[in-house]
């Protein structure tokens, strides 16, 4: 079974600071990776997927087989970018649900 | 073209009552997902419906069924209320399944 792990619950920083957030998974198979973000009093979104290879609003993410992860940057925060971040998971090859992580609230301190 | 909607937004219920939440996916989308949006759990996958059948399910009580409309609209029920059931209960549909996924507003239901 997939597994989905973001180890920071909460994670700070300063405006204009780089930001990370961080997420590992487990799936013995080649999965698509995706990010979520939901603003406050919004509906969640996507953010970016990793087949596509954009840069959403400064954010980027780079599959890491080797070490199964799919961190989320971005170079020079903003306070716009404060909001709730999921990293999720769907198994290639379609048919099986999407597996997400628990969630990194990203507050950025004006 | 319109967005996910789900109804009603708001519930609230007492122990023990049953409650139905109703879901309208995005046009032309064939699957919908059902998700549980608790703070402490984040969020937890209910089940995913396709074309009629439900074709994945996670890891809660059988307290907790859906079904979906030839249309695609889908209903989450869940009988025998407990007050661990309150939470914000998202619905998701998608082209496929394994594909983006459009989130509705949710529906809060607090259980007292």
């Known amino acids: 079974a997939q597994r989905v792990t973001q180890p920071e619950k909460l994670l700070s920083v300063f405006k204009g600071a780089p930001v990370e957030l961080k997420c590992n998974y487990s799936?013995?198979?080649?999965?698509?990776l995706f990010w979520y973000v939901q603003y406050s009093r919004q509906r969640l979104q996507l953010l970016l997927r990793?087949?596509s290879r954009e840069s959403i609003k400064g954010f980027t993410a780079d599959l890491n087989k080797g070490e199964t992860s799919f961190h989320l940057k971005k170079p020079f925060a903003q306070e716009e970018d404060s909001a709730m971040y999921y990293c999720?998971?769907?198994?290639?090859?379609?048919?099986?649900?999407?597996?997400f992580g628990t969630g990194t609230k990203l507050q950025v301190i004006p | 073209k319109a967005g996910v909607t789900q109804t009603p937004r708001y519930l609230i219920k007492t122990r023990g009552q049953q409650v139905t939440l109703s879901c309208s996916p995005i046009?032309?989308?064939?699957?919908v997902s059902w998700y549980q949006q608790t703070p402490g759990q984040g969020l937890q996958f209910l089940f995913e419906?396709?074309?009629?059948?439900?074709?994945n399910k996670g890891n809660f009580p059988g307290r907790f069924s859906g079904r979906q409309f030839s249309n695609s609209r889908s209903e989450m029920n869940v009988s025998t209320l407990e007050l661990g059931d309150s939470a914000l209960y998202l619905c998701?549909?998608?082209?496929?399944?394994?594909?983006?996924?459009?989130f509705g507003p949710g529906t809060r239901l607090t259980v007292t």
């Open positions: 998701a549909s998608s082209l496929q399944g394994w594909d983006e996924q459009y």
């Open positions: 799936y013995s198979g080649s999965p698509e």
């Open positions: 990793h087949i």
């Open positions: 999720a998971l769907t198994p290639s090859g379609g048919y099986q649900k999407v597996t």
């Open positions: 046009s032309g989308h064939r699957s």
């Open positions: 419906y396709f074309s009629e059948t439900q074709r």
